[in-house]
């Protein structure tokens, strides 16, 4: 028996297998202070070191990634968009975008949380993107703000 996901996305569509959307909400102890990380975690809790974390209890991780996105991911020319929307009480919606690239480190096979990153490092299983070209601490206030009064976000990632 293989450690490896099912990979329950419809086959043939690249459009569906190159996105994938994790949900998940804000937390009171959401700074967004941390220069070279952003993470969602599916934990329901934070403290106040997680300062790179956006979000707590996210509806999926990396594992739950399809294979074929996942693959996608390890080819060093990929582009990897990260959208990260957050629609605040008083209705407003905010929204980030962070671009990165893939690697073919990367395997995105974490069962707890996802990491996008600024530098190039990947050895972990959690790590989602590299080369960033944002972190928490660079994301808009207003989106943060949103976040610590406990928000719900969405992260979408696409694989180009």
Known sequence: MSDDPVDDHPAGDPHVERVEVVRARGHENVTAEHASTFEFTTDDWLTPAGDCILGVAADRTPRDFSAAFREACRDPEA?????????????????????????????????????????????????????????????????????ADGADVELRLEVR
């Open 79 to 147: 582009t990897i968009t990260a959208t990260i929307t957050v629609e605040a009480e008083d209705g407003e919606t905010h929204t980030e975008t962070v671009v990165g690239r893939g690697d073919p480190g990367l395997a995105l096979v974490d069962d707890r949380s996802m990491v996008g990153r600024t530098s190039e490092y990947t050895d972990d299983e959690r790590t989602i993107l590299v080369d960033a070209d944002a972190a928490a601490a660079d994301l808009d206030r207003d989106l943060v703000a949103a976040l």
